[in-house]
């Protein structure tokens, strides 16, 4: 089983602000077959980035994600308040799909 | 745009079944691959396991044991049942559709669904 642990647990920022998340992986993530969600409270994950690099369809470009291999990271360029929020790597390329332990984007 | 909607009971009771549906609205079930996933309360995400429309299944191994994921094409549904449940299967169940390129991942979620394990 492939873990993922995401680093660091909590990120306080303000509006504004960059914000840095990190997902390591204990082996590597073929094919940068990576994805990161994002969750607010009392909703479902909202999928941002998958191919580790690749946003969906609606994300702003504020969001971007890079890495290869077991180092992921998710790039939140200028905090807007709606982005304070959990945010989750997965991995679909070992079985079971794994996911980090989230980190959560705090004021 | 489709939608997916979980639904069944709300409570379980140690030992017994656990089983939820999804349903698909907005499209088409065929061609693609669903997912079920879960998360306690307050806590983080856990892959329960996939099906392909066609029925082709995997599930984790941590609960292969007690899971069943089934597809039934004319209501445009699929199912999860989970046996033998306790306390520590209290989750908030999510219906995924999986979105491929190369492999697939979760892209279209349900609202998700409270099961409660408790006598």
């Known amino acids: 089983e492939i873990v993922l642990t995401q680093s660091p647990g909590t990120l306080s920022l303000s509006p504004g602000e960059r914000a840095t998340l990190s997902c390591r992986a204990s082996?590597?993530?073929?094919?940068?077959?990576l994805t990161w969600y994002q969750q607010k409270p009392g909703q479902a994950p909202r999928l941002l980035i998958y191919g580790a690099s690749k946003r969906a369809t609606g994300i702003p470009d504020r969001f971007s994600g890079s890495g290869s291999g077991t180092d992921f990271t998710l790039t939140i360029s200028r905090l807007e308040p709606e982005d304070f929020a959990v945010y989750y790597c997965q991995q679909y390329y070992g079985s079971p799909r794994t996911f980090g332990q989230g980190t959560k984007v705090e004021v | 745009q489709v939608q997916l909607q979980e639904s069944g009971p709300g409570l379980v009771k140690p030992s017994e079944t656990l089983s939820l549906t999804c349903t698909v609205s907005?499209?088409?079930?065929?061609?693609?691959?669903w997912s079920w996933i879960r998360q306690p309360p307050g806590k983080g995400l856990e892959w329960i396991g996939y099906i392909h429309y066609s029925g082709s299944t995997n599930y984790n191994a941590s609960l292969e044991s007690r899971l069943t994921i089934s597809v039934d094409t004319s209501k445009n549904q699929f199912s999860l049942k989970l046996n033998s449940v306790t306390a520590a299967d209290t989750a908030i169940y999510y219906c995924t559709r999986l979105d491929c390129s190369g492999h697939c991942y979760p892209g279209t979620w349900g609202q998700g669904t409270l099961v409660t394990v408790s006598s």
């Open positions: 082996q590597s993530v073929t094919n940068n077959y």
């Open positions: 907005g499209g088409s079930i065929s061609g693609y691959y």
